[in-house]
């Protein structure tokens, strides 16, 4: 278990790629401890507004084409009531840039299961704790493109609110919104669930194949759920494990041998436009490398309105 704490892994001078030579980390903030009031128990106790929008490439363990809207899922506000002992988590899966069967999960770090009644909404109907886990996780969504678009057959993976040159039915809404609530025993375990660096929003690019576990993406330094196979580790661009191929020690998981990371996280008052399809970040947003070697600060964030206009919007 790692617990998702910021670190920075700068690149070395002149390295330059065919693809974008800066993506790492993402961002990882406390949340927001709030102020509660014990004289009005029917407004909520704690309150997070903070958007926070992940965004994952799901070519891991190699590079794919950096466009960063694979799977794009906001955390939209997060609440704690009851005493603090109950949590609500609501957000939505945004963009499939996917060209597969592409799953959404969310593993909660340093709290437990035991003794959590966990209610809400997900693609299966009420969410579950997933078996076989040391961690609570609940998946989202296995099938994220029916997801947002329930009316598609199961095998159509057309790109959805990525891509403007697909039909109308491929770019409207705003997603397949989720809710998870949970109350937990104690408001401590309540609150470190509530803590977004506890949150490792997580893809599923590959499912389990009889003894082959499934292919996870995490953001940097998040380790694989015990169900995600390991077997990629320290192959083609990956650091996760020494890479012997390239000549280059472990960096920490799922950054790749010259600090990429295949999943980040952007906090800010509302929804982060990501780019459109097969449209490098780094061309689109100038001023995303330096957020990224200064380490994705928070009151760093001017780049998100600087940008080309290669970002998707809604026709």
């Known amino acids: 278990m790692v617990d998702g704490s910021l670190q920075e892994y700068p690149l070395p001078d002149g390295k330059s790629l065919s693809i974008p030579s800066l993506l790492a980390g993402g961002y990882y903030n406390p949340g927001n401890p709030g102020n509660p009031d014990p004289e009005d128990p029917n407004k909520p106790d704690i309150e997070d507004n903070t958007v926070y929008t992940y965004a994952f490439e799901d070519q891991w363990p190699a590079y794919g084409d950096f466009d960063m809207n694979d799977i794009v899922v906001s955390i939209d506000k997060m609440t704690a009531t009851d005493e603090n002992k109950k949590i609500t988590i609501k957000g939505h899966v945004r963009a499939v840039g996917s060209s597969r069967k592409t799953g959404v999960g969310i593993q909660f770090l340093n709290v437990s299961s035991s003794g959590v009644n966990l209610s809400g909404k997900t693609q299966s109907g009420t969410p579950v704790f997933e078996s076989g886990?040391?961690?609570?996780?609940?998946?989202?969504?296995?099938?994220?493109?029916?997801?947002?678009?329930?009316?598609?057959?199961?095998?159509?993976?057309?790109?959805?609110?990525?891509?403007?040159?697909?039909?109308?039915?491929?770019?409207?809404?705003?997603?397949?919104?989720f809710e998870i609530i949970m109350t937990f025993p104690t408001a401590?375990?309540?609150?470190?669930?509530?803590?977004?660096?506890?949150?490792?929003?997580?893809?599923?690019?590959?499912?389990?194949?009889?003894?082959?576990?499934?292919?996870?993406?995490?953001?940097?330094?998040?380790?694989?759920?015990?169900?995600?196979?390991?077997?990629?580790?320290?192959?083609?661009?990956?650091?996760?494990?020494?890479?012997?191929?390239?000549?280059?020690?472990?960096?920490?998981?799922?950054?790749?041998?010259?600090?990429?990371?295949?999943?980040?996280?952007?906090?800010n008052k509302e929804l982060w436009k990501w780019p459109k399809e097969r449209k490098i970040i780094t061309n689109v947003y100038p001023g995303f490398k330096n957020w990224v070697i200064n380490g994705g600060q928070a009151e760093d964030l001017s780049w998100i309105t600087n940008h080309n206009n290669d970002v998707f919007v809604k026709p």
């Open 133 to 177: 886990q040391n961690n609570p996780v609940v998946i989202l969504s296995s099938n994220a493109h029916k997801y947002c678009n329930p009316a598609i057959a199961d095998d159509d993976f057309t790109f959805y609110c990525t891509d403007l040159t697909a039909s109308n039915e491929y770019n409207s809404g705003d997603g397949a919104e």
């Open 188 to 267: 401590e375990e309540a609150m470190k669930a509530m803590n977004v660096k506890n949150l490792d929003v997580f893809i599923i690019s590959k499912e389990t194949q009889g003894n082959v576990k499934r292919t996870e993406v995490h953001m940097a330094n998040y380790a694989p759920t015990n169900l995600g196979t390991t077997a990629f580790f320290g192959m083609s661009n990956d650091a996760s494990a020494d890479n012997n191929m390239l000549n280059v020690s472990r960096k920490g998981y799922y950054i790749s041998t010259e600090g990429l990371a295949w999943g980040i996280c952007i906090p």
